[in-house]
C-alpha cells in the first residue's frame, strides 16, 4: 500500500471526512499501521502522554477482545481498566498489523475499530504524529437519570455502630460538557473538562501527564481502574480521584536473569478520599503491577492502603515503613488499611479458538485472610464466536467468603477508618460491598460503526456487606450499552440499568449521551 494514499485516508479520518470503504475493509486499521515501527526507531514517540479512558468506554470492551484472540502488544496490562488512548492506539496498530498477516476473523472489526477511534480522538491517540502540537475540542449533551441508589453505610460492627446505607438523591437533569485538550508533542498533555448541570458547573476531569523517560507523571483528577474483572475489581474498579499518580509509558523489558518475568508494567497513584466519622479524610495509595512471562500466561498485584488522615496518628517513617510491608501500624493497628489481590490471566492453547481465563484473588487487611476470607473473581472470555466473528461472550463468578469470626476482619470494613473502603460514600472496590456471591454473564456485539453490549447478573449480598441491611439478601439485574458513530466525528452512546431486590426494593438507571470533536 503506498505511503502516500495511507497517509490521505489517515487524514480523510483524522478531519472527520468519509474513508473508503475498500479501505476500510481491507486494511483500514493500517491507519495506525506505521506507529510499531516508528515506536522501535523513536521511542518517545510511541510513549507520548495522551488521556485515559473511562472503563465503559467502548475500546476497553475492544481491548479484551483482542486479548482473548492474542492479538494485543507484547506485555499489555490486561488488567488496567483506565487505559490510556495512546496504548488504545497502539494496540489498535499491532492488531491490525498481526491480523492481517494471519487473514484473522477479527481484521474486518480491527478495521472498523480503528477509523471509530481515530475520528473519535483525532490525532491525540496516533504514535505516528507525536511530534506534532494537538490541540483537541469535544463537546456534549446528554441526559442522566437514577432512582433507587443507595450509598455505604458507616461503622464497623452491624450490632454497634454500623449506619446503614442511607438512600442516594433520585437524579433527572439534562447536562452539557465542553473539554479542552492540548498535546505539547511528545512530552505533555494537559486537559480538562467542564460540565454544566442544575445551573450549576463542575470539573470532572482535568489533569496534566509529562513523560519522564519511560514514565508518565501525572497530576489532577482522573478515573482509575487496576483489575481484570469485568463486574469490578476487588481493590479499585474505577474511581475519579484527585492526585498523582506514575506509570510506564510503555511495557519494560527486564534484561539479564529477570528476563524470565518478561514485560513488566507498573502504576502507582496516590489521592485524598473523603470519608470517615472520628478518622477523616485518610490518605490513600493504589499501586498495581503485571508481569507477562508467557505470550499466553500474565500474573499480575493490585495493593491499595487507606491511611493517615484528620484525627489519625501522624505519618511517620516507622509508620510508613510498617505499612509498606504490610503490618498494622499506629498504637493498635488504627494508622492504615490494606486490601491486596493477586490475578493471573491464560489463554489456552485450542487452536483458533480465542478464549481467556482469568482469576483473581484478594486478602483485606490481616494475616491468614488469604486463606481464611478470601476474596475471588474466576471469569471466561470468548472473543469471538466460531462462525459469528462479531460477537463475543463472558460469564464471572464473584465471591466474598463470610465473615470466619477468626481473627480476620470483616471485608471493607474497617474499626479504626470506619469510612470503609469508600470515597464520597460510594465503593472502591466490587459492587458486591464484600459479602455475598454474584453470577453474572456478558455479550458483545460489534457491527461496523456500532456497539451493543448487554449483562445481567444475580447477587446474593450478606448481612455484612458495605450496603447493609438495605441491599441484604438476592437481588437480580442488567444492563444494556450502545454506542454508535453518527457521523464521522459525532456519536451516541446511551446505557439503561436495573436491579430489584427480592424484598422490593429497585434501583434505576439511565444515560443518554450525544459527544462530537469540533477540533
Not at 491507519?31 to 473511562?54: E, F, I, K, W
Not at 481515530?118 to 432512582?147: D, H, K, N
Not at 488469604?370 to 462462525?387: D, F, R
Request: aromatic share 6%.
Amino acid at each position: 500500500m503506498k505511503a502516500g494514499w495511507c497517509a490521505k485516508q489517515m487524514a480523510l479520518a483524522w478531519r472527520g471526512a468519509p474513508v473508503r470503504t475498500t479501505f476500510r475493509r481491507a486494511l483500514a486499521g493500517a491507519l495506525l499501521a506505521g506507529a510499531p515501527a516508528l515506536g522501535a526507531a523513536n521511542p518517545a514517540v510511541a510513549q507520548a502522554p495522551t488521556p485515559t479512558l473511562s472503563p465503559d468506554h467502548w475500546s476497553v470492551g475492544a481491548l479484551r477482545r483482542l486479548d482473548a484472540a492474542g492479538l494485543l502488544p507484547p506485555g499489555s496490562d490486561w488488567g488496567r481498566r483506565t487505559p490510556r488512548e495512546g496504548d488504545v492506539g497502539r494496540a489498535l496498530a499491532h492488531a491490525a498489523v498481526v491480523a492481517g498477516v494471519q487473514d484473522h476473523p477479527l481484521l474486518p472489526l480491527i478495521a472498523d475499530w480503528s477509523v471509530r477511534f481515530v475520528s473519535e480522538t483525532g490525532a491525540v491517540a496516533l504514535p505516528l504524529l507525536a511530534p506534532v502540537q494537538v490541540v483537541r475540542i469535544t463537546a456534549e449533551g446528554g441526559y442522566r437519570y437514577r432512582t433507587g441508589v443507595v450509598l455505604t453505610g458507616v461503622g464497623y460492627a452491624n450490632e454497634d455502630n454500623w449506619s446503614g446505607a442511607p438512600p442516594a438523591p433520585d437524579t433527572s437533569t439534562a447536562l452539557g460538557s465542553v473539554s479542552i485538550g492540548t498535546r505539547l508533542r511528545d512530552r505533555a498533555w494537559l486537559g480538562a473538562t467542564v460540565e454544566g448541570r442544575h445551573g450549576n458547573m463542575r470539573l470532572p476531569a482535568a489533569e496534566a501527564v509529562v513523560r519522564l523517560g519511560g514514565f508518565h507523571l501525572w497530576g489532577g483528577r482522573r478515573v482509575v481502574g487496576m483489575g481484570p474483572g469485568r463486574g469490578g475489581s476487588i481493590v479499585l474498579s474505577g474511581t475519579s480521584l484527585d492526585g498523582v499518580g506514575l506509570a510506564t509509558a510503555a511495557p519494560l523489558e527486564p534484561s539479564g536473569f529477570l528476563d524470565v518475568l518478561g514485560a513488566l508494567s507498573a502504576e502507582i497513584v496516590l489521592s485524598r478520599l473523603e470519608n470517615g466519622v472520628s478518622i477523616t479524610e485518610p490518605w490513600f495509595a493504589a499501586t498495581r503491577l503485571a508481569l507477562s512471562p508467557h505470550p499466553r500466561f500474565g500474573l499480575g498485584l493490585t495493593r491499595g492502603d487507606i491511611f493517615g488522615g484528620r484525627g489519625n496518628a501522624p505519618i511517620t517513617l516507622e509508620h510508613m515503613l510498617k505499612l509498606l510491608v504490610g503490618k498494622h501500624s499506629g498504637e493498635v493497628g488504627e494508622f492504615n488499611n490494606i486490601v491486596l489481590a493477586l490475578d493471573a490471566r491464560w489463554r489456552p492453547p485450542l487452536g483458533a479458538l480465542p478464549l481467556r481465563l482469568w482469576l483473581e484473588w484478594g486478602l483485606d487487611d490481616s494475616a491468614g485472610a488469604i486463606s481464611n476470607s478470601p476474596a475471588n473473581v474466576v471469569g471466561a472470555e470468548l472473543g469471538a464466536v466460531p462462525g459469528l466473528p462479531h460477537l463475543a461472550l463472558g460469564i464471572e463468578r464473584t465471591w466474598f467468603h463470610p465473615d470466619c469470626r477468626c481473627g480476620n476482619t470483616v471485608w471493607y470494613r474497617n474499626w479504626a477508618l470506619t469510612g470503609g473502603w469508600t470515597d464520597e460514600r460510594r465503593p472502591l472496590g466490587h459492587l458486591l460491598g464484600g459479602d455475598g456471591t454474584e453470577w453474572r454473564g456478558d455479550a458483545r456485539l460489534d457491527v461496523g460503526r456500532a456497539t451493543l453490549s448487554a449483562a445481567g447478573w444475580t447477587r446474593e449480598r450478606g448481612p455484612h456487606n458495605l450496603f447493609a441491611p438495605e441491599r441484604a439478601g438476592r437481588a437480580t439485574g442488567g444492563e444494556v450499552r450502545a454506542a454508535v458513530r453518527l457521523a464521522a466525528r459525532w456519536s451516541l452512546t446511551g446505557s439503561a440499568w436495573v436491579e430489584e431486590g427480592a424484598d422490593g426494593w429497585r434501583e434505576n438507571a439511565l444515560a443518554l449521551r450525544l459527544s462530537g470533536r469540533l477540533h
